[in-house]
């Protein structure tokens, strides 16, 4: 491939080209939506699996989150240098492919080393994805026009974190009715089902959607050199050391929840695997689309009236009480408790996906946000998601016992976890507003 590719395709209309990006956008949409059913489906399936294939509760938060979040976050910063260097459709074809050939092989595994394996396959696949997508969103659509599509797209990640587990319910229900007829267990099924779609939308992005050139000229946009970044770094060690170390210890609480949420249900509830789908998944959609609608308008209408920090007080006191919601999950022995509390404490835990993004673009430089944003979302990976299922699940195995026992890990890592974030983001509000401030002066002297 060559490393500075333009697109030889023939000018379109301006009409024209805002449809085709549009077009371009829903196959990104769909894709990033199918991303997270064939990286969210283990956690539905994980009763079924460990059974099968005899693998510990720790075993499985290791492949749920340790052996993806690790390989997810190291090759994606590798990756994204590849993205800006080469043809980026025919790189997220290649990743769409391998994630989806690896869900289905997953369906076959005969042990925890082969299903670690092509975890680790679905983890590099879908670390294109969204830096491609994003880079192509920028020169798919002018300037101007790039908030909506580019909102639309992460909005995808508030839906489908929820979302993914109605339409692994659903797939679930499918395969245990195909079961007798293909000789196969509903896992294995389930795992061929959702890995399909992939698959078949990859050879329609390549096809229909010519990579875009690229967007200015690049050779005159100043970007901090990595001596400026590192410095810049330690001037703002308070305030960004707290965000990411918060953002982990949320990481770990939300990421465990979603893993072992379903499995609470299943084993201690008496649900069904199908069921406990669309009910974790009913509640959490439901809850994050009206979060994602709420923080960002309280958070403006307090600013409006002169609270400087009204950003960092809201998240704040939104991850608090997520917290405190979410350890009430993990030990209630009422599943009607269980669902309610599951849906406020997303409602809460909404705010971290929608502020802090929002928080970065207020008060870090425009030329260090890429790698600020890069670096939040590595530290949510390596340890929220590393950490957390696994983590819960030891607790778990070694501490409790019973149907309730990966509840009872669960709620031990909310408080510990919990507090930690809510202090480290409570200490960064002087800092925030220093940095708001000299924030506002670079622009005002622009």
């Known amino acids: 491939m060559p490393a500075n590719p333009v697109a030889a395709t023939a000018p379109l209309e301006p009409g024209h080209r805002l449809a085709h990006a549009w077009y371009a956008l829903g196959i990104f949409m769909l894709l990033y939506g199918i991303s997270y059913i064939d990286r969210?489906?283990?956690?539905?399936?994980?009763?079924?699996?460990?059974?099968?294939?005899?693998?510990?509760?720790?075993?499985?938060?290791?492949?749920?989150?340790l052996g993806f979040g690790v390989l997810y976050s190291l090759t994606g910063l590798p990756?994204?240098?590849?993205?800006?260097?080469?043809?980026?459709?025919?790189?997220?074809?290649?990743?769409?492919?391998l994630w989806s050939i690896c869900t289905i092989a997953s369906a076959f595994a005969p042990d925890f080393t082969w299903l670690m394996i092509f975890r680790s396959g679905v983890a590099i696949g879908e670390a294109v994805l969204s830096p491609a997508?994003?880079?192509?969103?920028?020169?798919?659509?002018?300037?101007?026009?790039?908030?909506?599509?580019?909102?639309?797209?992460?909005?995808?990640?508030?839906?489908?974190?929820?979302?993914?587990?109605i339409a692994g319910g659903a797939a679930l229900q499918l395969a245990t009715g195909m079961s007798a007829q293909l000789a196969l267990e509903p896992w294995q099924i389930t795992l061929m089902l959702v890995g399909l779609p992939g698959l078949l939308l990859a050879p329609l992005l390549w096809i229909t959607v010519p990579e875009p050139p690229r967007v200015?000229?690049?050779?005159?946009?100043?970007?901090?050199?990595?001596?400026?970044?590192?410095?810049?770094?330690?001037?703002?060690?308070?305030l960004y050391g707290c965000l990411f170390l918060?953002?982990?210890?949320?990481?770990?609480?939300?990421?465990?929840?979603?893993?072992?949420?379903?499995?609470?249900?299943?084993?201690?509830h008496g649900m069904e695997a199908s069921h406990a789908g669309y009910a974790f998944g009913t509640v959490g959609l439901v809850s994050s689309l009206i979060g994602v609608m709420t923080w960002p308008a309280l958070v403006k209408a307090w600013t409006d009236r002169g609270r400087r920090d009204a950003l960092v007080l809201v998240f704040t006191m939104a991850l608090t009480a997520?917290?405190?919601?979410?350890?009430?999950?993990?030990?209630?022995?009422?599943?009607?408790?269980?669902?309610?509390?599951?849906?406020i404490g997303t409602f809460f835990s909404a705010a971290m996906g929608v502020l802090v993004p929002l928080l970065i673009q207020m008060v870090t430089p425009g030329r260090m946000r890429a790698r600020i944003m890069a670096l939040y979302l590595t530290a949510g990976n390596l340890v929220g998601l590393a950490a957390g299922p696994p983590l819960a699940a030891l607790f778990?195995?070694?501490?409790?016992?019973?149907?309730?026992?990966?509840?009872?890990?669960?709620?031990?890592l909310v408080l510990v976890a919990g507090p930690v974030a809510t202090l480290s983001t409570w200490a960064m509000r002087r800092q925030y507003r220093t940095a708001l401030a000299e924030a506002e002066a670079r622009e005002a002297a622009a």
């Open 133 to 165: 997508a994003i880079s192509l969103i920028a020169d798919l659509f002018p300037r101007k026009r790039r908030t909506l599509p580019t909102a639309a797209y992460t909005g995808v990640s508030a839906v489908m974190y929820s979302g993914s587990y």
């Open 396 to 412: 778990g195995e070694k501490l409790f016992e019973g149907p309730f026992a990966i509840g009872s890990g669960l709620a031990l």
């Open 216 to 238: 200015g000229d690049v050779a005159s946009e100043q970007f901090a050199t990595a001596s400026e970044a590192v410095a810049y770094l330690k001037r703002k060690r308070m």
């Open 246 to 268: 918060g953002n982990a210890m949320v990481g770990m609480v939300n990421f465990a929840m979603a893993s072992w949420t379903p499995t609470l249900l299943i084993r201690a």
């Open 79 to 97: 990756l994204a240098h590849l993205i800006d260097r080469r043809r980026r459709i025919p790189l997220v074809v290649t990743g769409v492919v």
């Open 322 to 343: 997520s917290w405190i919601c979410l350890s009430i999950v993990g030990l209630t022995r009422s599943t009607i408790t269980l669902l309610v509390l599951a849906g």
């Open 40 to 65: 969210l489906i283990l956690s539905l399936l994980a009763p079924a699996v460990s059974a099968q294939l005899h693998i510990s509760d720790t075993q499985m938060g290791v492949l749920i989150g």
